[in-house]
């Protein structure tokens, strides 16, 4: 006999298409406390163009806006173990890879990403002026070696790729964002997406490139600002178009327009750099806001706080 006093049986849940369902990225990052990069910049991005982050933490910086104090990386056993619990649950459509924070996290990252290598790699090189040499030479030697070979879309500052990619150019002129790809493509990268080349009358360009051609390009004009967490902005913001099956120019031009009303929206949390506004759009309009605050104000002490009696 049934129990009267037992709850009902919940009605059967019909599963989500899986058409319907937001492309998911896997994103291999580090936690950034001021919310600027790492794995929060990455939710926030892939959410905001429609897609689902599935985020592994590499490790934690020790930061502010102002400036990266330290870094403490996790085990590469801890990353792996992050990894392979949600891939054996959940399928992607692509993997991010943010700051590894280790070498060795690097080929942990590398050798999932072997297993997966059907699905579209975007690797983002930030910039890692912060860290001492070696652990620069030694992190960046991982990446080359180990990374790179399965990268599909390599992201990163000019200044930043051509410095690492092309430490022994001695021309005048600086190199093209083709002379990047070319330089990539002898690690097996297929595309290079070279951002902030610097261009007369405060603006910058950001290229789509292979060592045979120039397949977009983007102008932008410069923000007078500090900005922390564009290259995590679009590099997840990339991933997740391309996980929606945007093809890559589309999905590039889409990315870059994106975080440039991101930057145009920035705010400055603390006394240091400004950070992307991911959710620009969910803003109130200007004619709202004049609206807002024309109406009569609510009265927030209405009730009164703290009236518990112990």
């Given at each position: 006999?049934?129990n009267p006093k037992s709850p009902p049986s919940p009605e059967p849940v019909t599963p989500t298409s899986e058409d319907a369902a937001p492309p998911s990225v896997l994103v291999f990052n580090a936690s950034d406390p001021t919310?600027?990069?790492?794995?929060?910049?990455?939710?926030?991005?892939?959410?905001?163009?429609?897609?689902?982050?599935?985020?592994?933490?590499?490790?934690?910086?020790?930061?502010?806006?102002?400036?990266?104090?330290?870094?403490?990386?996790?085990?590469?056993?801890?990353?792996?173990?992050?990894?392979?619990?949600?891939?054996?649950?959940?399928?992607?459509?692509?993997?991010?890879?943010?700051?590894?924070?280790?070498?060795?996290?690097?080929?942990?990252?590398?050798?999932?990403?072997?297993?997966?290598?059907?699905?579209?790699?975007?690797?983002?090189?930030?910039?890692?002026?912060?860290?001492?040499?070696?652990?620069?030479?030694?992190?960046?030697?991982?990446?080359?070696?180990?990374?790179?070979?399965?990268?599909?879309?390599?992201?990163?500052?000019?200044?930043?790729?051509?410095?690492?990619?092309?430490?022994?150019?001695?021309?005048?002129?600086?190199?093209?964002?083709?002379?990047?790809?070319?330089?990539?493509?002898?690690?097996?990268?297929?595309?290079?997406?070279?951002?902030?080349?610097?261009?007369?009358?405060?603006?910058?360009?950001?290229?789509?490139?292979?060592?045979?051609?120039?397949?977009?390009?983007?102008?932008?004009?410069?923000?007078?600002?500090?900005?922390?967490?564009?290259?995590?902005?679009?590099?997840?913001?990339?991933?997740?178009?391309?996980?929606?099956?945007?093809?890559?120019?589309?999905?590039?031009?889409?990315?870059?327009?994106?975080?440039?009303?991101?930057?145009?929206?920035?705010?400055?949390?603390?006394?240091?750099?400004?950070?992307?506004?991911?959710?620009?759009?969910?803003?109130?309009?200007?004619?709202?806001?004049?609206?807002?605050?024309?109406?009569?104000?609510?009265?927030?002490?209405?009730?009164?706080?703290?009236?518990?009696?112990?």
């Amino acid at each position: 006999m049934t129990n009267p006093k037992s709850p009902p049986s919940p009605e059967p849940v019909t599963p989500t298409s899986e058409d319907a369902a937001p492309p998911s990225v896997l994103v291999f990052n580090a936690s950034d406390p001021t919310g600027a990069g790492g794995v929060t910049g990455d939710v926030l991005s892939i959410a905001s163009v429609g897609g689902h982050a599935l985020p592994v933490v590499t490790g934690a910086y020790v930061r502010d806006t102002t400036r990266i104090f330290d870094f403490f990386a996790l085990e590469e056993e801890a990353v792996t173990e992050q990894a392979r619990a949600i891939l054996e649950d959940a399928p992607v459509q692509v993997i991010k890879v943010g700051f590894a924070g280790s070498p060795e996290n690097v080929s942990a990252i590398a050798e999932l990403a072997s297993d997966y290598s059907e699905v579209p790699l975007i690797t983002w090189m930030p910039d890692l002026s912060w860290w001492e040499e070696g652990q620069i030479d030694t992190y960046q030697d991982a990446v080359r070696e180990l990374l790179l070979p399965q990268t599909t879309v390599l992201v990163g500052n000019h200044s930043t790729l051509w410095r690492w990619l092309l430490p022994d150019w001695t021309s005048d002129k600086s190199p093209s964002a083709r002379d990047v790809a070319k330089a990539a493509a002898e690690m097996g990268v297929s595309y290079v997406l070279v951002t902030g080349i610097v261009l007369p009358d405060q603006f910058i360009e950001n290229v789509l490139a292979t060592p045979q051609t120039v397949m977009g390009s983007e102008k932008f004009e410069r923000f007078d600002a500090s900005f922390a967490g564009a290259g995590d902005t679009l590099a997840a913001a990339l991933a997740a178009l391309i996980g929606a099956g945007s093809d890559l120019s589309e999905a590039t031009s889409e990315a870059l327009s994106y975080l440039d009303r991101c930057l145009d929206a920035g705010f400055r949390p603390g006394m240091g750099a400004v950070v992307p506004d991911r959710l620009f759009w969910a803003q109130p309009e200007d004619d709202d806001a004049e609206d807002d605050e024309s109406a009569a104000a609510p009265d927030l002490y209405e009730m009164p706080f703290n009236e518990t009696k112990h």
